[in-house]
């Protein structure tokens, strides 16, 4: 007899940057018996932002999340949502880091990922930030992507010219992952 897994639970968090957000996130989950897979956490401008998942044990729900969490809200100022999702895992792990670098101007993350996105590449994560110094920034950004076989190496040319960056893929060892 195999024992039913429980809920899947997806946490976002928004808010001012202090000390002890991560702390009390993950406590309030714990507290529940849940346990993180996956998590993203950065700094944006001042701003906390937070993405987690987590399994919680048989008999937790999504609600019974965001009821734990609700305090660690309050009284951190967060905007936090919860939200249950199905545990299905990705058909195609990624299997590349496309870098970008070049001159900042508006549009270069809408048109990598929009013509990447035409080509059936899936973005799995994305970073971008300012390099350089103030006299002479550089626009930064990472792409981990599943590439669904499609052979990267033409539509990165013809985007680095028509974004004058400079624009590559690196084949990514699983395990590194």
Do not use: W
Not at 61 to 77: E, F, I, M, W, Y
Not at 94 to 102: E, K, S
Request: with cysteine.
């Amino acid at each position: 007899m195999s024992e039913k897994k429980g809920t899947i639970v997806v946490v976002a968090a928004v808010g001012r940057d202090q000390p002890g957000i991560i702390a009390a996130l993950t406590g309030a989950i714990y507290g529940l018996g849940g346990n993180l897979d996956d998590a993203t956490m950065t700094r944006l401008h001042g701003a906390f932002a937070a993405m987690v998942s987590a399994r919680m044990p048989q008999g937790r729900s999504a609600d019974d999340v965001r009821a734990a969490l609700a305090p660690v809200a309050a009284d951190l100022g967060l905007a936090i949502t919860v939200q249950a999702v199905d545990d299905v895992r990705a058909d195609a792990p990624p299997d590349h880091l496309i870098t970008v670098y070049g001159a900042d101007k508006p549009g270069i993350v809408h048109t990598v990922t929009s013509r990447l996105a035409r080509y059936g590449v899936n973005i799995t994560d994305l970073d971008t930030r300012m390099a350089g110094t103030d006299a002479a920034p550089v626009y930064v950004m990472l792409i981990e992507v599943a590439s669904a076989k499609c052979d990267l190496t033409p539509l990165l040319l013809a985007l680095g010219e028509e974004l004058n960056v400079d624009i590559t893929a690196h084949p990514l060892d699983s395990e590194a992952l």
